[in-house]
């Protein structure tokens, strides 16, 4: 049967099964969409607050389907996401990477952190609104995308991961099956011929399962063809195999930004606030600033009373004034004040 690919990061078993969903870390989950609304510092000087894709969690078969249908509901909205996953299914990920591009979608890794949530589970459902999306900020430290995540952030437009968040692969797992499958068939004989009248499946069993990391001619050729079309670099692919299945092989900035897995340096606070930034700008030049405080109106200028003017003749007892008084100056613009943000 086919073999699926399938690129897993390891992580310790938990010793039991939690009690419920929220107590199950969100790298442990199975990768889930959410429309992220940016208050305070994500406000433009506008006054439009930024908006984001949230999409964390492990990736599964049934990934792209749910995304699609995400961003189906969002019609022409063309928000960032940012991707925060340890890996999963190999074909799903460049399947989702393949919808990303086609919908001319940025891609940074960071992740997301609901304000109404506690630290040990930044994605809670109590802080969802009736839409299910959310209020919440972007933070790139720890932020991480291995294995077969990469795949997804390839997609990208514009492709982002600051100093502080890691970009790892190493070789991908193909998993064979052996299944066992038991069939009910009905049939009659007549004149020495069988007829089947009908066939149906009684049992399946799992019997074998093997695991593999030496890819297919096929396999490779569609995994090399995917990072050209994507414009990420073919030497990404002897990274990957350069590194067991029990570990990573983490990039550097400038490596990743040399293999095209990165188009520049920046952080995905920038691609939030960046909004529509034009092809051939940078993020740094298209982030809008954060709405200033309001203009401050200068004061009304003071003018001064006049001395009353000197009598022509002096008051009985008053001496001759021998120095002509200096009459005060004229009142006039006394200067401006501009508070600027």
């Known amino acids: 049967m086919a073999a699926p ?49 949230s999409a964390e969690g492990q990736i599964f078969a049934d990934s792209p389907g749910k995304l699609q249908k995400f961003l189906k509901h969002l019609g022409n909205r063309k928000l960032p996401i940012l991707v925060r996953s340890p890996g ?34 930044p994605l809670c459902k109590e802080a969802r609104q009736k839409d299910g999306s959310l209020a919440g900020e972007v933070y790139s430290n720890g932020a991480v995308c291995l294995s077969a995540c990469p795949l997804v952030l390839a997609g990208g437009i514009r492709r982002i991961a600051s100093s502080s968040a890691a970009i790892g692969v190493h070789q991908i797992t193909t998993t064979y099956r052996e299944v066992r499958v038991q069939y009910r068939t009905e049939y009659e004989v007549l004149n020495g011929k069988k007829r089947i009248l009908s066939k149906r499946e009684v049992g399946r069993k799992m019997v ?14 569609a995994l090399i063809a995917y990072l050209g079309k994507m414009g990420v670099d ?15 092989r983490v990039l ?6 040399d293999l095209g897995m990165t188009t520049e340096l920046a952080t995905a ?24 405080l309001a203009p401050v ?8 009373p006049q001395s009353p003017p000197l009598p022509d003749t002096p008051e009985p007892g008053m001496p001759t004034p021998t120095v002509q008084q200096a009459a005060m100056p004229e009142a006039g613009h006394l200067g401006t004040f501009t508070r600027t943000a």
């Open 88 to 121: 999963g299914d190999v074909a799903a990920a460049m399947q989702m990477g393949t919808i990303i591009r086609r919908q001319g979608l940025s891609v940074a890794v960071g992740g997301t952190r609901a304000r109404d949530c506690p630290y040990g589970d």
């Open 234 to 248: 073919a030497k990404l692919f002897d990274l990957m195999m350069s590194a067991t299945p029990q570990s990573i």
């Open 269 to 292: 606070d920038q691609l939030v606030l960046a909004e529509a930034c034009p092809a051939g700008r940078t993020l740094a030049t298209c982030t809008a600033p954060i709405a200033p």
């Open 297 to 304: 109106a200068p004061p009304a200028p003071t003018i001064a």
């Open 252 to 257: 550097s900035q400038t490596e990743a930004l």
């Open 5 to 53: 690919l399938v690129a897993a990061f390891l992580v310790a078993l938990l010793p039991m099964a939690p009690a419920n969903a929220a107590a199950v870390p969100v790298l442990d989950r199975p990768m889930e969409f959410l429309v992220v609304h940016g208050d305070g510092s994500y406000c433009r000087s506008d006054g439009n607050c930024a908006d984001w894709i």
């Open 208 to 221: 074998g399962k093997r695991d593999t990391t030496k890819l297919g001619a096929r396999q490779k050729a």
